[in-house]
């Protein structure tokens, strides 16, 4: 499978509202091949193309500000949520049932937060690749070497900063196991209730890509043996083997070509 079929793919496995922001990359491949084969870009062939990279990375970058922002503070409300529905309880203000229903209610809707943080890691995975990809091919068909300098840029770019989108999937796993109701069997009996909603979140669409999204990062980074500085930081997935029991998985490694 060429490149642009997979990350073709890997868009149409986002949400719906996302898809026009990922990296355009027929339009920059376009501006690759107008470029004769083996011979030096002029320097305003090379610049047109620079510009039209930044113009990019500018976009991307936008985008997954706005998201990292709204994730904060739906982040926040959730926090005041679970705290509102314990105090609630603790005070007497709720029956046991009214006191499930809110739980379950939050706990539905922190899965759907947790699933649309992780198809944004997801987003900034792909348009890395994509620009590395596109890279690549501008240096082979000019011999120029570019690659190397743009690709120092896009590690200082906010969209490949994932940090604070990493840390708020981490504290919503964590707000994830408060909800859970306590299984007096332990682990095996809380991974049980976790599979069970995991079945049932499985009819939503968001449930379904983030699970692709999920098994794209962990084959993307399978992929290279090597790690440097231009690797996608590291990923760890509990529980990866449960998640191809959907048989969800994006479809292959990312292509060479």
């Not at 868009?11 to 990359?25: A, V």
């Not at 792909?126 to 070497?145: E, H, P, Q």
Request: glycine share 4%.
């Amino acid at each position: 499978m060429k490149f642009g079929k997979w990350l073709k793919k890997q868009i149409e496995q986002s949400l719906r509202e996302w898809r026009e922001q990922f990296l355009r990359y027929k339009e920059l491949k376009r501006c690759v091949k107008a470029v004769p084969c083996g011979c030096p870009p002029s320097p305003a062939a090379e610049a047109e193309f620079v510009a039209a990279l930044d113009a990019e990375m500018e976009r991307i970058n936008a985008f997954f500000l706005e998201q990292e922002e709204e994730f904060i503070i739906h982040h926040r409300e959730l926090q005041e949520d679970i705290a509102r529905a314990l105090h609630r309880k603790a005070a007497g203000l709720v029956t046991p049932a009214q006191h499930e229903a809110a739980v379950a209610a939050i706990r539905r809707e922190i899965v759907d937060f947790h699933g649309v943080m992780v198809l944004l890691l997801n987003y900034s995975s792909i348009n890395y690749i994509g620009l590395a990809k596109i890279l690549k091919k501008y240096d082979k068909r000019t011999g120029a070497v570019l690659r190397l300098p743009v690709i120092e840029a896009v590690l200082e770019q906010p969209f490949f900063e994932t940090e604070t989108v990493s840390q708020l999937v981490r504290e919503c796993e964590a707000m994830m196991e408060a909800v859970f109701p306590e299984a007096p069997e332990g682990q095996a009996a809380a991974r049980q209730d976790r599979e069970a909603l995991a079945a049932a979140e499985a009819e939503q669409s968001i449930f379904r890509n983030t699970v692709a999204a999920l098994l794209t990062m962990e084959d993307v980074r399978a992929w290279s043996s090597t790690r440097g500085r231009h690797s996608l930081p590291p990923l760890n997935l509990p529980d990866s083997d449960w998640l191809r029991s959907f048989q969800l998985a994006s479809g292959s490694p990312i292509p060479t070509q």
